[in-house]
């Protein structure tokens, strides 16, 4: 069997040295950032999530990166098969222009394995470009 481990990453994606000829876009385009949590869960057993957050004034992405799951928008789950993952709610910030989601409420992962141990993975893709961000919408609710 796996051991039960934990593990945090954070990083920043698209930080790279450009020309001056392309400096404008470099400073026009927002980098993609990312918050990852990853825990093995043993067969037959559930683990909590902890609330996620992207980086201060970064928001998830408005993109659907699990389709099929009922996760907020922006959040990516990623396992073999057989984990159940429910993150039932967004976690918002209002500013002047709107509500964006700024990372998730805690959830859980259930693995209905009950021989094998499987590892389950929950990355935020955030953004710091508002236009890009998940908004709540009043028709949508909290889920965004």
Known sequence: MCALHR????????????????????VSAAPTQQSTFSEVVKPSDSITIPALTCPQG?????????PGRL???GVQVSEPGGVGVTIGEADW????TGSYAKGTRPGSATNWDPTAAHEVTVTLHCTTDLAKAARQSERLGPRG
Request: aromatic share 12%; net charge neutral; hydrophobic share 45%.
């Open 71 to 73: 996760v907020p928008r």
């Open 93 to 96: 910030e209002r500013l002047p």
């Open 58 to 66: 970064a928001y998830l992405e408005s993109g659907d990166h699990s």
């Open 7 to 26: 593990k945090w990453l954070w990083c920043a994606l698209g930080c790279s040295a450009v020309s001056p000829l392309f400096a404008v876009a470099a």
